[in-house]
């Protein structure tokens, strides 16, 4: 049992590349069948985080929030650099007052992405860092969104923040907290013993995760096809812009760890796009919805190209626990 969870884990992380966008076409084509299903996507990153958590400790944390630089530079680089660039790209293209253009600017306000944690621990990132900034991010959420929103457009927006804390406590804050408790009890040795059968059921539920939320976004998507086309562009390049300042900047700035590098790039790089598609539809007119459903469509894709980009130009060794 043992050797074929591990012979699939290894050939899910083999195959990421095609499984991905397989997973989002089966969800955009069979979206009747699956809709149903949406409101399990917390609970499957619940148990996605919890398997994260129990390979860190509370010691892994302190060391995060000692050297906080690298949280800062992210929250710089997601909510500071890439507004800006997107309200550039979007003006260029649209016009400023375009709701394609606050559509582009909604996608880099809203937070961080819950999924950018197993990207990050599939790719040998720092989980504790990578944990941290969602965390923190999602916390400051309702500051920074309606804040930039209303610097960019001056338009006043608020939202369901108790909904968006009970989702964050839901799929990152309990299952960490849950998870580094098993850690500290078992001295970090739970994960080496049960981490052959927990990681590859978490990349199923992973897997499930894209599922899920291309079925979701499937009817947004076809109300809304006649402007996809003119828009990916702008979009591809606004998402690839976050995996590749994540990834520069820190280099730039005399982060030279291969993990932290790994982990601000895919944590730069990823958003909470279910919120971002609530804020267009509820304060905007559908076409400012069109980015979003486009960065929903193409962020893991993305994400998994970036991975192969990693791997094949900087290698580096993955993280043991990844095949304990």
């Known amino acids: 049992m043992r050797e074929k969870a591990l012979a699939f884990s290894g050939w899910v992380d083999r195959g990421m590349f095609w499984i991905t966008p397989s997973m989002l076409v089966l969800g955009l084509v069979f979206s009747e069948l699956f809709i149903r299903w949406v409101p399990a996507i ?6 996605i985080t919890f398997v994260m958590g129990v390979g860190c400790g509370r010691e892994h944390l302190k060391q995060v929030f000692a050297r906080p630089f690298p949280i800062v530079l992210t929250l710089i ?15 260029a293209l649209f016009g400023a007052s375009s709701p394609y253009t ?18 990050i621990e599939l790719s040998g990132g720092s989980l504790a860092l990578g944990l941290a900034m969602v965390l923190l991010d999602s916390a400051l959420s309702p500051i ?39 850690y500290e009890r078992s001295g970090g040795r739970f994960k080496q013993r049960a981490g052959p059968i927990l990681l590859p059921i ?27 086309l003119s828009v990916i562009p702008a979009v591809l390049i606004l998402v690839a812009l976050g995996y590749l300042l994540g990834y520069y900047m820190p280099l730039l700035l005399g982060q030279k760890r291969p993990e932290t590098l790994v982990t601000v790039s895919f944590a730069a790089g990823m958003r909470n796009n279910s919120l971002g598609l ?20 193409v962020q893991q894709p993305l994400a998994t190209l970036h991975q192969f980009v990693l791997r094949k130009f900087k290698p580096y060794p993955l993280k043991e626990s990844l095949h304990s």
């Open 42 to 47: 917390p609970y499957l990153f619940a148990y």
């Open 77 to 91: 680089l997601s909510h500071l650099v890439a507004p800006l660039a997107a309200f550039a790209l979007g003006s």
């Open 102 to 119: 606050v559509g582009l600017v909604l996608f880099t306000v809203i937070p961080l992405g819950v999924s950018s944690v197993l990207w």
């Open 144 to 182: 920074i969104v309606p804040g930039l929103i209303e610097a960019f457009f001056g338009a006043q927006l608020s939202f369901d923040t108790l909904h968006l804390m009970r989702d964050l406590l839901l799929m990152v804050v309990v299952p960490t907290a849950l998870g580094v408790v098993v």
């Open 202 to 228: 978490s990349k199923i539920f992973f897997m499930l995760v894209i599922l899920l939320n291309a079925a979701g976004i499937a009817p947004y998507a076809y109300e809304l096809r006649g402007d996809l």
């Open 278 to 297: 609530v804020l267009a539809l509820g304060y905007f007119s559908p076409q400012a919805a069109v980015p979003v459903v486009l960065a929903i469509l």
